[in-house]
């Protein structure tokens, strides 16, 4: 199968190095209905994710080999009525919002600002514009919302869970920041 070369990353294959994968947490937070579900449930079954003996463990772990080299992504979903109390201690936290619900947008900013600034959080960071086939009901413009990515230190990203739009970007855009994070230096 010929390699495919994400946007913002390197490239993703099916052959590793010999290396043992390095193994990422990776926790959804949002609104009842922005579209974690069914983002994660792409991300599991997305061609550029392979199954190995590790991720057969959680339903919700994928491994993926990006740059030559193999990492284990897991996911898990929350829905925020309250504030997280602590940094949590993952790899990256991806805050979910629908275009079409302001509400979801105000709260993605109360947990970016409750994350970096009351939490003082130095994580990886991204905010998810869901639901972007819905054009005609949009109520949040990129422009504010790349805006406050901005604000927060965050990588941006839309996407259409729906339409499996940008998904896959997410993925590979989430584990490149990650391991950016680690290795600062890396090209
Ligand atoms: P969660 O509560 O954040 O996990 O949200 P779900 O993944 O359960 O999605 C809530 C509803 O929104 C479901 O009916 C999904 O089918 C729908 N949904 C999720 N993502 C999209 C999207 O990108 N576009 C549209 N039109 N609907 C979506």
Redesign the pocket.
Known sequence: TPSTTSQDSGTISSTASSAAPSYFRILLL?S????????TKHFMSSENVFTSDETAASEAAVSIVLDGEESIMEFC?V?TDTLPSEDINVDAYVV?FSITDRESFSRSLTLLHHLRNDLGTDRTMVLVA?????VRNRMVSGAEARSAACTYKCKYIE?????NHNVDELLVGTLSQIRLKLNPDAI
């Open positions: 949002g009842h209905g922005v579209g974690k579900s069914l983002l979903s829905f979910v869901n639901k972007t086939d819905l996407t259409s869970a729906t339409l």
